[in-house]
């Protein structure tokens, strides 16, 4: 009777091992999410970015596009208000022409964070004023005009930070960081064009 029996559990093993690892889990809301926020993130200047930025939160994401839009303009205000930070502790340690670039950014980068946190608040909106009869619209055209015009600051500062990263009165690093900023923005913006009709 052993031999059966010891073949019978070979052939068990044998069928187990056919069947792929992942089957049960190949269409995970996580897998999911990522696949949902790469294709949305080719609507974006900076895809790779937008895409290594997102999927951190891809669980919360997953395939909803309010909540897509909502998380990227998150990233960009704690990447402004973070850079921010970074500009403030520089004063000190600047250089004479580079202090008066590092005064003129934390004023232009705080104008942006403020910016975009008026955004986020009419991003809101879109949701409360769902069943009301408002136009989500007007929000939209709003959250549009705030980002606009946090990129318009950003956009100053990075171009100051350039000229004195060449000339040696700040960190090239310094400069990377506003990059940064202005291109995270730059893409929260470019998805709420795309996709804000759908909200």
Same mark, same amino acid.
């Given at each position: 009777? +052993? %031999? &059966?029996?010891?073949?019978?559990l070979a052939a068990l093993s044998i069928l187990y091992?056919?069947?792929?690892? !992942? +089957?049960? =889990?190949?269409?995970? &809301?996580?897998s999911s999410a990522i696949e949902?926020? *790469?294709?949305?993130?080719?609507a974006t200047l900076y895809p790779a970015l937008c895409v290594q930025s997102l999927s951190r939160y891809a669980t919360s994401i997953r395939r909803n596009r309010s909540?897509?839009?909502q998380t990227a303009f998150s990233v960009s205000l704690d990447e402004a208000q973070?850079? %921010?930070?970074?500009?403030? !502790? %520089?004063l000190n340690g600047a250089k004479p022409g580079g202090m008066a670039v590092v005064k003129d950014c934390i004023e232009q980068i705080g104008d942006a964070v403020d910016q975009l946190r008026e955004s986020i608040e009419e991003l809101k909106s879109i949701? $409360?004023? %769902?069943?009301?009869? $408002?136009?989500?619209?007007?929000?939209?055209? !709003?959250?549009? =005009?705030? #980002?606009? +015009? +946090?990129? #318009? *600051?950003?956009? =100053?500062?990075t171009d100051?930070?350039?000229?004195e990263a060449r000339d040696g009165g700040l960190e090239t690093s310094v400069r990377a960081r506003v990059d940064g900023v202005a291109q995270v923005?730059? !893409?929260a913006l470019a998805l709420l064009n795309k996709f804000g009709t759908e909200l």
């Open positions: 009777m +052993a %031999k &059966p029996i010891i073949l019978l091992t056919a069947i792929p690892a !992942n +089957a049960a =889990t190949t269409s995970s &809301p996580s949902f926020i *790469d294709a949305s993130c080719s909540q897509l839009i973070s850079t %921010k930070t970074i500009f403030a !502790n %520089k949701g $409360q004023a %769902k069943g009301t009869g $408002q136009d989500s619209r007007l929000h939209i055209s !709003n959250a549009q =005009t705030w #980002t606009s +015009a +946090a990129l #318009t *600051d950003i956009s =100053t500062c100051a930070v350039a000229g923005t730059s !893409n």
